[in-house]
Nanobody, 125 residues
Framework: QVRLVESGGGLVQPGGSLRLSCSAPTFTLSFWSMGWFRQAPGEEREGVSCISANGEFTYYGDSMNGRFTISRDNSQDTVYLEIDRLKPKDTAVYFC??????????????????WGQGTQVTVSS
């Protein structure tokens, strides 16, 4: 019932950067923790990063910290994921989700919302 809209993906060369956005046209996200996930071709969906409702706490999946930065602007009710120094292995569909729980271990995240369409990130040259 909650519609999440991801944007900002595209085709980029290795070493480039992207900033993904997540919003909900008819839902207020500022009350909730939020998470980013990705699913590469032929792979299971994995957690990338999560952020608490007020942005005070952020956590990253293994091997994500250093190139991934999650942030949010609650005045715009938008959550962002910046990916720097992109690598071909980052090629995936990236999804955001409303979370009941944002914790250090991605396996302990509790997802509230259904999956949206996601945004495609393709890193190739």
């Amino acid at each position: 019932q909650v519609r999440l809209v991801e944007s900002g993906g595209g085709l980029v060369q290795p070493g480039g950067s992207l900033r993904l956005s997540c919003s909900a046209p008819t839902f207020t996200l500022s009350f909730w923790s939020m998470g980013w996930f990705r699913q590469a071709p032929g792979e299971e969906r994995e957690g990338v990063s999560c952020i608490s409702a007020n942005g005070e706490f952020t956590y990253y999946g293994d091997s994500m910290n250093g190139r991934f930065t999650i942030s949010r602007d609650n005045s715009q009710d938008t959550v962002y994921l910046e990916i720097d120094r992109l690598k071909p292995k980052d090629t995936a569909v990236y999804f955001c989700a409303i979370l009941n729980s944002c914790e250090p271990a991605t396996t302990r995240w509790t997802r509230y919302s259904s999956w949206g369409q996601g945004t495609q990130v393709t890193v190739s040259s």
